[in-house]
């Protein structure tokens, strides 16, 4: 079953992914695979960013060209992501489901259509959530066979998931949540061995870069400063309400009403304490209601990857295999609720992704056609520019050559008083080019930031000759 599940998800994973980046976050991750710099977000996903570099160090090597790198980090991450099918299924069945509802709950992890999105796309989310759910498979083993070893490999693991998406050292408590399952005079024992080894995978990626790349603290009190930017951003209204509900259903509609039955139920299996199942639920549930709030749930569901398994997948299997063992009719149904999700939104995610696709595919050969010194005011593109001169920097063909363009991105770097910045880069020599494609821009900041842009180039930097406009 494990092997079925992972195909499956594989598979999903290859339909629904778009053929280029996409997304703001993966064009800093594949520069960063080229240049080995870590640092931007968070802790930098040290874990990440460093396996991704030494695939892409490799790549390069054996004469791979620069351009290839992103396809060849997408796949071996998908590769990575795909295993959170069968993890969930091994999860569920040690958490004491049924083997049916292990597999349902596998299911509604590989037909997800977000989940299949995320893994088919260069992000952290999938390899963290794959990560994360190994950690609690060796947890659930650890208490089960109370076995140290095992609770030091869940720990490591989840050291390994929190270098790869540091929100994830809130799982800490699904641990610690299981040791009430097992034997009283283990749990000193197993805990320690799941804290020292946490510890530890956490820790040694964090000091290696702190101690080889100077300036790597700065990048992380810059993260802080933009997460202080976000929070005065974010609003949570009505409309906010109902696009985070929207995209709990992206993940699976007749699952996640599944998951809300299991909660009402107050003799639900999900609500009993010192249980393995309470144990993964729990925090899980509590993972994905924090992330109501943030200021990217305006663009993706994608942040809430992680925790859809635990506080959804297996729950909602719960009530699905309550409900599906009284006939095999009932069962062909809760496959095709499964099912039936992905293969509408395959076709839909990828028309949307197609703008997006086009605009990577057409960027390098616009921006080679600049001034080497030009300054760009994009908004989705943004981050495309420096991964474009990384990898021209890295390109035979052009002998090395390195473009100084700068970008002028929506954001926390986004400047005060954009008139008075680009006009100074024209003061001293530098071509402006503004992007007013309307594809180019997306979410409620960037539009901000576009009526900006316009109002500049209405005030008649449209027509001067050192000023170019995409349109």
Known sequence: MARALYAGALLAALAMAPAAPVYWDTWGYVRQALEGDVGGLGLGRPVFVLGSYAIAQGWL?????????????????????????????????GCGLTSRAAVVAGLAVACSPVMAHVAGTLLTDGPATTLLLAALVCGVTSV?????????????????AIGVREQLASSIVALALMLLAAPRALRLRLGLA????CAIAAALPVAYVYFTQPGYAGTVRGW?????????????????????????????PAVAVAALVSFARRSSPVWRPATMLFAITVPSLLQLLSMAGILGMAYSPRYLASAWPGALAIPGAVTLDRWARESRTRLALVVAALVLPFLVAVPVVRSRASEAVETWRALPSMLLALPSNAVVVTGRPCPAIPLVRAIVARDPAHDGRSPGWQAVCPGWAWPRDLAAHLDTARADG?????DLRPAS??????????????AYARGGANAAADVVVWK
């Open 430 to 434: 530098r071509p402006v080019v503004l």
């Open 61 to 93: 090597a054996a004469g791979g060209s620069a351009w290839h790198v992103e396809p060849l980090l997408r796949l071996f991450w998908t590769f990575v992501s795909a295993a959170s099918a069968p993890l969930a299924w091994r999860l569920a069945l």
């Open 194 to 197: 799941m804290a020292l080894a």
């Open 441 to 454: 821009w997306t979410g409620a900041e960037q539009l901000a930031a576009l009526q900006q842009v316009e």
């Open 144 to 160: 089960q066979r109370q076995s140290v070893t095992q609770a030091a490999a869940a720990g490591a693991l989840l050291g390994l």
């Open 224 to 252: 802080l400063d933009g997460l202080a930017h976000d929070r005065a951003m974010q609003t949570f209204g009505v409309q906010d309400a109902l696009r985070y509900l929207g995209w709990i259903a992206a993940f699976g």
